[in-house]
């Protein structure tokens, strides 16, 4: 465990920093890491927060901008937002955010040590932390991405996708490229993915952490009954979880696919998340999966989910890292993770959870699912390792790894601008 107070070094470091991100909350792994990381910086002495962010959630003590820097408080830069497909509000966040942070840094006189931000939601960050690598997601992704394999009144969204992907693929190209902007990512696959494309070889691995006492075996335990009767399952099926959204990018297909292999075993899956259902029922419809899968509205109340299941699968096509693995492994859960997961580096295949090599073989991913709902002992033997490997990786342990690497950033931002000064 890393103490907020360790994050200093010596205690004489100070600084204004600026996060920058369209929105953040508890709900979504990537926000989710930097509410954990700011809920412990703010406890620092002499460090002043600006949020530049849509809307924000889930984070305590924070208060709007009203033109004042004050320390030791979380002030909110509120960015306007407009309503409409994704890719329209991203591109104007992208612009608005630009303009508000100009406004306060040429109007107010607004300066800061060090601008942060998860992803490419800026073009002048001083340090990134990459979550996901579009350029290889879309790479893996393009050949499900084909006209001929949606409805016709699934295109327009199709398109919408393919436009918004191309879009941030580009921007990755642009901003990843610069070489003043420090990059760390979730973990080593990411890390190796954007090494590749960026030429970038000074890249730090900082990967995400888990509220130990919220996912905990005996709190998931204790609950396992009555989210199972509220949820109408039967305690004789045996529930595989999947959490997330963008669920061709989580690996759904492939899921339902070796489902459909295993119609001997009584296995059904609940998918908590948000994406658009209209492929998915035809898919189901076919493989005669309609009643053994549920999907379910996620809820800040993410235990339930994993109270009511016997194991957690996550077999993502690409994923730069995968929290909800992490949290399952926490609870004491059997996990299946993909292979390209980065939660996947953290597990040794067959002692805390098993390893998916192809995320697209359904064979594959259907032996491992018969290997779990037919073997209670492995399962308990796997989740009771689980737990404890996820007691190692602690968002303290984040927050403080993070903390350092935004303190040389803004060492190195503050040295290369008193060398230009005396040039």
Known sequence: MHPPCSLLAAGDFSVRLAVVS???????????????????WAKLPGVEFHLYAQEVKDLPGVVRFRGQASPGLILWHKVPKIPGPHLFGFAFWFVANHVQRFWDAHVRGLQFDAVYTPGINISDADVISVHIVFQEFYRRVRS???????????????IHRLIYYRLICFLERVIYSQRRTALCTISRYTAEALAEFAKRDDIVVIRYGVDAETFDPRVRLARREGMRASLGMSSERFCLLLIGNDWKKKGLDALLQALALCRNLPLELLVVGKDDRRGYDELLGRLGLAERVRFVEPSPDVVQFFAAADAYVGPSLEDAYGLPILEAMACGLPVIA???????????DGKDGLILRNPEDSRELAEHLQRLASDTNLCARLGEAAAATAREHTWDRNAAETWEFLQKAAERKKSTGQRKAGA
């Open 144 to 158: 499900h991405l084909r006209f001929r394999d949606f409805p016709v009144v699934a295109w327009p969204i199709l």
């Open 22 to 40: 369209p929105f953040l909350d508890r709900s979504h792994g990537t926000e989710r890491c930097i509410v954990e990381q700011i809920e412990r």
């Open 338 to 348: 993909s292979a390209r997961a980065g939660a996947s580096e953290i597990i040794a």
